[in-house]
């Protein structure tokens, strides 16, 4: 064989490898988040609110619980355990005060949502995701999903809030 | 004229004078906010989120900033001014510590929305309120609308923020 063919073989065996070890590492779709295997919910923005909460220390954000139709029906309904499908999202932003805000009112008072940190979800699926209470976790970063490493923490933080489903976040009342 | 008819006359005349003094002093409808006149939209808290906060000092809430499909269409196409028909609603909670959440990371770091306080609305109709920025204002608690007197502040507290149509709240970028 000539040098060419050679180089043609070699980089299509390359290939072959990369993209075998890439299907490997997930579903080679990079909007899938591993392990749990879920997909960026194109629509999450326009769910409906669950309710707001502010984590100091080293996350120090601002987050907003927003939750799909399933999942706000059964807050709503008292439901527990969460229905197959209901999909619970947490959106975080940095925890910036608002210069602009403070100045109006005379008083450093005011805090706002600065840059989006990134969005995590609880999918409901008691079949698929059995071995950890039901639900399959994500957190995904401008649509880029997360480490799988990072994944394997989630379950275990949530277990003691057993009694509502593993979820931490109550329904915030209607003002 | 015989006692009962007076009695008779006298309790229209007094209806009447009550319903007028009370027509006067908004729509007659215990839902609908004076000066602005307006209602509690029945669904506000199905609309989609614009952006969180928290207010510290004597406020010392959370709050969730929501739309109505027309303000949140002009905050996403970053249209300025609103277009006739936007509702912004901001909805505000007390800033609670959460022993629940601080339990399980082992940090006192999470605070969540505890007991509504109230709800407030700007809604934009540039004839009918143009004499404050083309907005309307209006402040429920428990679909209760407030008194007048505190509406009449609003305005000239948004004054300042003429350029972004007397808008504080910006929306918040997707995670």
Redesign the interface.
Known sequence: MRPITFLVIGVAVLTGVLALAFSASGSGDEHVAPIFDIKLPPDF??W??I?????????ND???V?GNDAAIRAYRDRQLPFPDGAIIAR???Q?VP?E??N??FG???????G?????QFMVKDSKKYASTGGWGFAQ???SKPDAAAQLNTCFP?HV??KGRDYV???Y????
């Open positions: 923005r326009d409906k609110l309710s707001v909460a502010h984590e100091a220390g080293k996350l601002l987050r907003a927003l959106l975080a932003w925890y608002s602009e805000n100045k109006v008083r450093d008072q005011s805090f706002v949502a840059a989006p940190t990134n969005v995904f970063k401008g933080c003691p809030i931490f976040t109550r915030a009342p209607t003002p």
